[in-house]
C-alpha cells in the first residue's frame, strides 16, 4: 500500500509547499511579505506577475486572486502611506489599474496552468510567468491613454522589468521549496498518519 503525500486535488497545483489546508495562509504571508520587500526595494515595479504565477500554481483561481489583493493592498499601503505617493487623482488611478492588472495577471497564470501538462514545472511556471507578464503589460499599457505613462513602456524598461519578474519568480519557488523541505507545519507526518 502506497501513501500519497500529496492530497487528490493538490495534483492540478504546481506548487506544494505546504498541507493545502494552510496553502492560502502560506501562500498570503509570502507573497505580501515578498511584497513589502518588492514595494521598498523597487517602489512602482512590483514584481506583480511572478506574484500572480506563485498564488496560480498554489491556490484555485478565487483564493488566488484574493491572495494577490492583499499584495497588492500592501503594495498601495507602503506606497501611499511610507513613500508618500503623490495623493492625487493620477496616482490613485494607477493604482487601481495595477491591481486590476495583477488580477487579470493572475486569471492568465491560473488558466494557463489549468491547461498544462503537469510534468516539467519550471517550464510550466515560465511559460505561465509569459502570460502573466504579458497580460500584466497589456493592461498597463491600455491605461495609458488615459492616464497617461507612456514613456514607461520602452523595450528596456519592459525587458528589465520583465526579467525581474522571472529573478523574484525563481526566489519566491526557491522559497516554497525550501518549506517545503523543512516542513515546518509537519505536513509529512500529518498526511502520512
Known sequence: MTVTILPPHADRFRLHPVASRLAPMFCFALLTVSCALASFALACATPFAAFAVVAAAMLPMRPALLVVTGAWLVNQTIGFGVLHYPIGGSTIAWGFVIGAAALLSTAAASTVLSRL???????????????????????????TPFLGGEGAFTAAIVTRIGLTSAVWLAGLVAACEIVRLVDPFGRKGAMSA
Not at 516539467?120 to 491605461?143: G, Q, S
Open 117 to 143: 501538462p503537469q510534468g516539467r514545472t519550471p517550464l510550466m511556471l515560465a511559460i505561465a510567468l509569459v502570460a502573466a507578464y504579458a497580460a500584466y503589460e497589456l493592461a498597463l499599457l491600455a491605461a
